[in-house]
């Protein structure tokens, strides 16, 4: 297993910096590395690797979720408002709606199934949207109307959001079974998810302000409290539903908000570790690819993923009507939501390995999201940011630094 992982990180890394070198996002040629070392095609993975490939993505999912709320402030939720709140949700539910009735037509998925894969392909990706929005922050870039900041915080949520969506879904397959209670616990699970957040980050917050440890030890207390707090919701599980994923990302925000210097600090350490937890996440999703599944359901597969991409553009669209964003903004802001891969990297293949019929069908059509989406959104935004954004104050940051 060792020499395993060691070829992961190798050969990952090496194949993501060639990717990108090209102007493809990493993470392709990761899930492409993972796909040729595969079971499915030359197998030199040892079976114990991909046999706790489900934790490692759990932890990776934390870790995702840690650097999005140790970089969301408060201040910027505050600033854009209104939009920012509805883009939380509205456009993710739109895309839902539009893939759980497309693939039950297309793909003959039933509509518990069709739900889940909706909720899989829902979010949007950190890793491919929160570097660009705060490069184009520094840059100046949007910033009369806070767009690179609106898409920031709205797809940091958007993401939880999504998540908590999939699991009360993935009960809904597994039960075969539509309850009630199983949507009303969604906000239960997020309030419940803030407070243990607000429980566990508020006295972390003033405890970081009064120490000066190291970094290392900085980051490996909160890694450690973000577990309990998974703990915490399993151990809950049979009385009450606890969102810890939104109690991890709430912990990040308060520190932010009261330690914003510490939290800084450890958001870098985070990026470490993301380094390291990025190869294997991506690597051991191509690993689990069957494109057998794809090549029965290729065409309907794209249809899916259009349809869906079709309707979060009209839920974009419908946040910002009544706000000050020019057209150019709104569209800018439609195109900044299109990327797929971390979370699609992160849950697209729980449905396989919960044994579900419909989990090779989903963690095909999750890949095929993110080897569509991920380089085309990031072209997409690099490309017509500058064109599409208000320059002015790019322009003086640029004089100023002269």
């Not at 729980?350 to 419909?358: Q, T, V, W």
Request: proline content about 4%.
């Amino acid at each position: 297993m060792i020499f395993s992982i060691g070829l992961i990180l190798f050969v990952g890394y090496l194949a993501g910096r060639l990717f990108a070198k090209i102007r493809i996002p990493g993470l392709v040629g990761m899930i492409a590395v993972g796909f040729l070392f595969g079971p499915y095609c030359l197998s030199l993975l040892d079976p114990t690797v991909l046999q706790i490939s489900a934790q490692l993505r759990q932890i990776a999912l934390v870790i995702i979720l840690t650097r999005s709320g140790l970089n969301l402030d408060f201040a910027s939720l505050k600033k854009v408002g209104r939009p920012a709140v509805l883009m939380c949700f509205v456009p993710a539910s739109a895309e839902m709606l539009g893939v759980t009735v497309a693939a039950h037509y297309l793909l003959r998925l039933g509509w518990f199934e069709g739900m889940l894969l909706g909720a899989v392909l829902a979010a949007v990706s950190p890793a491919v949207v929160s570097p660009r929005m705060i490069g184009l922050i520094e840059r100046g870039l949007g910033e009369k109307h806070a767009v690179p900041k609106l898409v920031l915080a709205g797809s940091s949520v958007d993401d939880v959001y999504v998540i908590v969506a999939f699991y009360a879904f993935l009960g809904l397959v597994q039960s075969n079974a539509l309850q009630v209670t199983s949507f009303l616990l969604i906000p239960v699970s997020i309030l419940l998810g803030v407070a243990l957040g607000c429980i566990v980050g508020i006295p972390l917050a003033f405890f970081y302000k009064r120490t000066n440890l190291p970094l290392a030890a900085n980051v490996l207390i909160l890694l450690s409290l973000s577990f309990g707090m998974i703990g915490v919701e399993e151990l809950l599980k049979p009385w009450v539903s606890v969102s810890s994923l939104v109690g991890i990302m709430a912990a990040g925000m308060i520190l932010l908000f009261v330690a914003a210097d510490k939290a800084k600090e450890i958001s870098r350490g985070y990026n470490a570790l993301w380094t390291f937890f990025e190869v294997l996440l991506f690597v051991l999703v191509g690993a689990e690819v069957n494109f057998a599944y794809l090549a029965d359901c290729g065409l309907a597969a794209l249809a899916v993923l259009a349809v869906g991409l079709c309707m979060r553009t009209l839920g974009v669209f419908l946040c910002l009507v009544a706000t000050e964003l020019t057209k150019k903004e709104r569209l800018f802001a439609a195109i900044a939501y299109l990327p797929k891969a971390t979370v699609q990297a992160s849950i697209g293949g729980i449905a396989l390995s919960a044994g579900l019929s419909c989990g090779n069908v989903v963690l095909v059509v999750s890949v095929l999201a993110i080897v569509v989406t991920a380089p085309l959104g990031a072209w997409l935004i690099d490309t017509l940011a500058p064109k599409l954004l208000d320059a002015r104050q790019a322009e003086k940051n640029l004089k100023a630094g002269l």
